[in-house]
């Protein structure tokens, strides 16, 4: 079973059967309620984990209590995976913010594999580098730009995500997505409502259709609306 989750995520999909096996022999797959926390920042990183099914909140608290999502992390994605390769504490805290399951693997046994078998990590880290670049890309973009922007460039983000396609489906709240974009949900859902009325997109539900490209893309690039 660990075999055939292992197989199915990105990261490993250069691998061959005899190192599928060789990481499924040091996988350890946990079961994870809704919101129960994974890891909190300042803890000892131990490992790095998968997302195996569910869904997993990366975020950070102000002293005030304010919380400020940096992602969420869903099936196939890796997380935490800095205390393995920066032999760092957790930086922020993981929570799963619905019930599934994750792919723990403990640092010591997975450099230990690594140190016998190099040619694996570097097929793992070569699909790894490719998506941290494409999600500090992201996150630098939406750091810099008024809300409408960051929006639009989350949307754009997901299109690519997504397969390029013109629908795109939100897998988590309205409140979560404000979270990430560090704004709040009333201003969130202003957004969404003047998008909508320039037809650049149609809200339907959790799905988003994308309307106009051009004036989304407009949008990102200009921060605002004109």
């Known amino acids: 079973m660990k075999k055939d989750i292992i197989s199915e995520i990105p990261i490993f999909k250069e691998l061959n059967s005899m190192q599928l096996q060789k990481v499924s022999d040091i996988a350890v797959l946990k079961q994870v309620e809704k919101n129960e926390i994974i890891?909190?920042?300042?803890?000892?990183?131990?490992?790095?984990?998968?997302?195996?099914s569910g869904m997993i909140k990366i975020y950070k608290s102000s002293i005030s209590g304010k919380e400020q999502i940096l992602h969420i992390f869903e099936k196939g994605e890796p997380f935490g995976e800095a205390a393995v390769f920066m032999d760092r504490p957790f930086p922020a805290t993981a929570m799963a913010i619905k019930k599934g399951s994750v792919l723990?693997?403990?640092?010591?046994?997975?450099?230990?594999?690594?140190?016998?078998?190099?040619?694996?990590?570097?097929?793992?880290?070569?699909?790894?580098?490719?998506?941290?670049?494409?999600?500090?890309?992201?996150?630098?973009?939406?750091?810099?730009?008024?809300?409408?922007g960051r929006l639009a460039e989350y949307l754009l983000y997901m299109t690519k995500e997504q397969n390029n396609k013109n629908v795109i489906s939100l897998n988590i709240s309205k409140s979560q997505l404000a979270g990430i974009l560090g704004t709040i949900s009333e201003t969130?859902?202003?957004?969404?409502?003047?998008?909508?009325?320039?037809?650049?997109?149609?809200?339907?539900?959790?799905?988003?259709?994308?309307?106009?490209?051009?004036?989304?893309?407009?949008?990102?690039?200009?921060?605002?609306?004109?």
Do not use: C, T
Not at 128 to 136: C, G, I, M, N
Not at 208 to 215: P, S, T, V, Y
């Open 104 to 148: 723990f693997f403990h640092k010591k046994e997975f450099i230990d594999l690594a140190k016998k078998d190099p040619a694996f990590v570097l097929k793992m880290l070569a699909v790894l580098s490719v998506r941290l670049k494409q999600l500090a890309s992201m996150a630098g973009n939406i750091s810099l730009k008024e809300v409408p």
């Open 39 to 52: 890891f909190s920042e300042g803890e000892e990183g131990i490992g790095f984990y998968i997302v195996a």
């Open 188 to 226: 969130l859902s202003r957004i969404f409502s003047k998008m909508s009325l320039e037809n650049i997109i149609e809200v339907n539900g959790n799905n988003i259709r994308i309307l106009d490209l051009k004036k989304l893309e407009g949008l990102s690039k200009n921060g605002s609306f004109k």
